[in-house]
């Protein structure tokens, strides 16, 4: 079934008549750069696990999930990626209400919808660059009593951020409500910005994060879930055994040893956003939104389609179409960051289109 996601690589290929290796994919919001070195003969080396059980509680991930965050590892909840939490979580907590601040993820109302909640919306405007304006946010709340809130942060698509502490001071406000934080893009901008590092852990609070999209590595299904220990019991519900791939426990606490590569990323984001910001902004009829990471939302002055049509037939280029995201339309593309060789690839292709 689908839910209208980028990296859609193999539904493309036989669409179009193409090889999945023919497209350049910039639709999946991904690191730039390849796995750390070493990870491929990491996994070789350890093929012949799959001939045996996963751990049935993922005791060795939370372990080294513990290390790493200096928490008790029994809040941890490792998962096949983030979405097993996204959908399992409304169904958990049974809200009535959910708000949700967008334009965002799209799942996150899917899977509200799917435990019978009504959805609501607090919607960011493009005249602000999508930020989240906080005290609207708060009076939203007092209005609405949702029992659920969902933010992304940094934002998909828009690439916003907001400040822990500012998010600490939202989460205090309201005690009786959960707050579900989705942190799938924190490493792009600063690991010690997370919600994870906050002490005490708030009360109230649910956090997502995901291997997939720093390490590159989506197709290995890697994520979790933290819960305040308050909620750890709830949690513990949706729990089944075995429902990790043996490879993904493994890789967990290797990735999680690589701090270097988290850097060789962020300073590759950095560069290459400086490359990249002045050349789309001079584009003609395209309006940049570059955001805190390393994706960019567009917005073009006539339906996007178009050239996203283009862009795939001629050049095998893959963006994300982004009308599908509550709050913008279809004028709307987004755009992640590759190597230079690549990105100059890109920039050109758009370049003969729109020029």
């Not at 955001?291 to 006539?302: K, P, Q």
Request: net charge positive.
């Amino acid at each position: 079934m689908p839910f209208g996601h980028g990296g859609a690589v193999y539904t493309l290929a036989r669409r179009y008549g193409l090889e999945v290796q023919q497209i350049n994919d910039y639709s999946s919001n991904v690191s730039p750069l390849p796995p750390p070195k070493g990870f491929y003969s990491f996994i070789k080396r350890h093929l012949k696990q799959i001939e045996i059980l996963p751990e049935e509680d993922n005791f060795s991930l939370r372990q080294a999930l513990g290390s790493f965050f200096d928490l008790d590892p029994d809040i941890f909840f490792p998962s096949s990626g983030t979405t097993e939490w996204i959908f399992a979580l409304p169904r958990l907590l049974c809200p009535s209400k959910g708000l949700i601040l967008a334009p965002t993820y799209t799942d996150y109302a899917c899977a509200l919808k799917r435990a019978g909640a009504q959805v609501l919306f607090f919607i960011a405007r493009p005249e602000e660059n999508f930020e989240f304006d906080l005290v609207q946010v708060e009076k939203e709340i007092c209005r609405q009593r949702p029992q659920m809130v969902f933010i992304c942060n940094p934002n998909n698509p828009t690439g916003t951020f907001i400040g822990r502490d500012q998010l600490v001071g939202l989460l205090n406000l309201f005690p009786e409500i959960i707050f579900l934080v989705d942190e799938s893009y924190i490493e792009f901008i600063d690991e010690k910005a997370s919600l994870l590092y906050q002490r005490p852990f708030p009360r109230n609070l649910i956090v997502l994060r995901s291997f997939s999209k720093i390490y590159r590595v989506p197709g290995l299904r890697l994520g979790y879930a933290v819960a305040a220990p308050q909620l750890v019991t709830v949690l513990k519900k949706a729990c089944l055994p075995w429902n990790m791939n043996r490879l993904a426990q493994m890789a967990g606490p290797w990735l999680l040893s690589k701090a270097d590569y988290l850097k060789r990323v962020q300073g590759l984001v950095v560069r290459e956003k400086k490359y990249w910001l002045p050349r789309l902004s001079s584009l003609p009829g395209v309006k940049v939104f570059s955001g805190r990471v390393h994706f960019f939302l567009l917005a073009l002055d006539e339906p996007a389609q178009g050239l996203w049509e283009l862009l795939l037939r001629r050049y095998h280029i893959l963006v994300r179409l982004a009308h599908n995201f509550l709050g913008l339309g279809p004028n709307y593309l987004r755009i992640a960051l590759k190597t230079r060789e690549e990105n100059r690839y890109l920039l050109k292709a758009l370049e003969e289109i729109l020029k």
